[in-house]
């Protein structure tokens, strides 16, 4: 296999241990859940065909599901997300050009496109598991903040997650 493929394997499992261990235990007052996983997702080359795409952000979603013992929540709001990315990822991260980035992440895009993405995807993630999380719009404000403020933290530790883990190459 690819070297490409062996660090998005690394990746993955990096991230859910993250997830699973550590993260899935962290509540600041009750409205912010970091959700590092998902940053697996947004961080697949961006060439990848949408099957296996969609495929790879449902089995990732349900494998969080699975170990949180939930009901789908993680797998739908993961492949909606990936069907945005899918939509969107060119126009921001590559600006419309044809170009493949093998991982997109604020090394690889001009750190300013990767902020944007991550942001527009983990706040459209948090919408819709909080949203699914609560039964509806019932009590909008509620799934308002949460999304806001874990799309926040998530960022951040995204970004901290990138400095930390990523070699720096040239900017796009």
């Not at 949408?50 to 929540?73: E, Q």
């Not at 527009?120 to 919408?127: G, H, P, R, T």
Request: aromatic share 14%; net charge positive; hydrophobic share 60%.
């Amino acid at each position: 296999m690819s070297k490409l493929v062996w660090r998005n394997i690394g990746r993955f499992v990096l991230l859910m241990a993250l997830q699973l261990l550590v993260l899935n235990h962290v509540y600041l007052g009750g409205y912010v859940m970091p959700m590092l996983y998902v940053l697996f997702i947004l961080m697949l080359p961006t060439g990848t065909k949408r099957i296996p795409l969609l495929l790879m952000a449902f089995g990732t979603g349900l494998i969080v599901d699975i170990m949180n013992n939930m009901l789908g929540f993680h797998a739908l709001a993961c492949t909606v997300v990936v069907m945005l990315r899918i939509l969107f990822a060119d126009r921001i991260l590559t600006r419309g050009e044809p170009v493949t980035i093998e991982t997109p992440g604020i090394y690889s895009v001009t750190p300013q496109y990767f902020i944007s993405y991550l942001m527009l995807m983990l706040a459209a993630f948090y919408l819709v598991f909080f949203t699914v999380e609560l039964f509806g719009f019932r009590s909008f404000g509620s799934v308002l903040l949460a999304t806001v403020a874990s799309t926040v933290v998530t960022t951040l530790l995204a970004v901290l997650y990138q400095f930390i883990f990523l070699k720096k190459e040239t900017v796009a």
